[in-house]
């Protein structure tokens, strides 16, 4: 008569024997590996959180500081809480510190620079990875090539070429808003390219070879058929120039200077600036801050508004 023997893993037959336990040394394997887990588990969330605090703390403590008083700013440097709330600081650094009309010239100046920026750049990146024809990998390596020459190289002959051109066409030069478009627009190009190249070389054949089998266009199978597919990588990259020429110091205090002393077509970084070194004996330390606070808070809500797309605009880039 034939026995069965319970065991962990079940019911074992007459001549099945119990599957042998750990050893010693393996449980301590695994109970060493789960600790291991647990202690990067929490040096990685430790991590996290003092990076966090790095980052929120400043935003918090240049927010608060604009709405303290001067003497506050003074006395209590590090604290995160005014006395009492100057609301009117942003009234007067809008005015008297001429951040509106900063801020308008910079809307101006970014709104044609990131439309034509990512016009050119999509079209550019669209022909070379689509099309085979003699010196495309040359035309692609140039505009890498653009990644890696610092600005500052070309200071010299990017100002005598903006200063020339304006004695031919006044309009394209010094001081001008059309100038410093085109000048964004070259400088944000390259990395544009480069970051649309591999959207649209992962796109589907299928779906442009279908398009042209219905008689579309090269330029309407561009416009209506591939670019809105490469819509994750042009949300990404268009975020990426939004924070890069609304943040760009260097080439507009190269080639916007001001005007018989009035900052008529100067751009958010450079008011920044004049607020802060331009006040004589009079230290305007609280509308220094409100402005800093007006330059800062809309780049911080365009990119919390499209964080998602930007991600998966990334994600996407990665995963193709």
Do not use: C
């Not at 200063?163 to 000048?183: C, D, E, K, Q, W």
């Amino acid at each position: 008569m034939s026995t069965v023997t319970h065991t962990p893993g079940g019911l074992a037959g007459p001549d099945q024997t119990p599957p042998p336990g750990r050893t010693p040394a393996q449980r301590a394997a695994v109970g060493g590996g789960r600790a291991g887990a647990r202690f990067f588990n929490g040096f990685s969330h430790l991590f996290l959180a003092v990076w966090a605090i790095m980052v929120v703390y400043p935003l918090l403590w240049v927010v608060m500081s604009a709405l303290k008083t001067d003497s506050e700013v003074i006395r209590k440097p590090l604290s995160l809480i005014p006395e009492q709330l100057q609301w009117d600081n942003f009234a007067r650094a809008w005015t008297e510190g001429h951040i509106g009309s900063f801020f308008l010239n910079t809307i101006l100046v970014l709104t044609g620079s990131v439309f034509l920026t990512m016009l050119l750049g999509s079209m550019a990146a669209y022909v070379l990875a689509r099309y085979e024809f003699p010196g495309n990998r040359l035309i692609y390596y140039m505009f890498l090539s653009g990644l890696t020459l610092p600005i500052y190289l070309a200071a010299v002959p990017l100002f005598k070429g903006v200063y020339n051109t304006g004695v031919v066409l006044p309009f394209l030069g010094p001081n001008s808003h059309l100038m410093l478009i085109l000048v964004y627009v070259a400088w944000s190009l390259s990395f544009t390219v480069f970051f649309m190249h591999s959207f649209f070389r992962t796109l589907p054949n299928a779906i442009a070879e279908a398009g042209m089998v219905d008689g579309a266009s090269h330029s309407r199978l561009f416009f209506s058929v591939m670019l809105p597919m490469a819509k994750p990588g042009l949300i990404s990259i268009g975020i990426f120039n939004v924070l890069g020429q609304w943040n760009q110091w260097y080439l507009p205090t190269l080639l916007m200077q001001s005007v018989a002393g009035e900052p008529k077509n100067q751009v958010i970084s450079q008011g920044l600036i004049e607020l802060s070194v331009n006040q004589g004996y009079r230290s305007d330390w609280s509308g220094l801050f409100a402005g800093v606070t007006m330059a800062m808070l809309p780049v911080l809500i365009v990119y919390i508004v499209f964080q998602r797309q930007v991600q998966s605009g990334l994600t996407a880039g990665v995963s193709k």
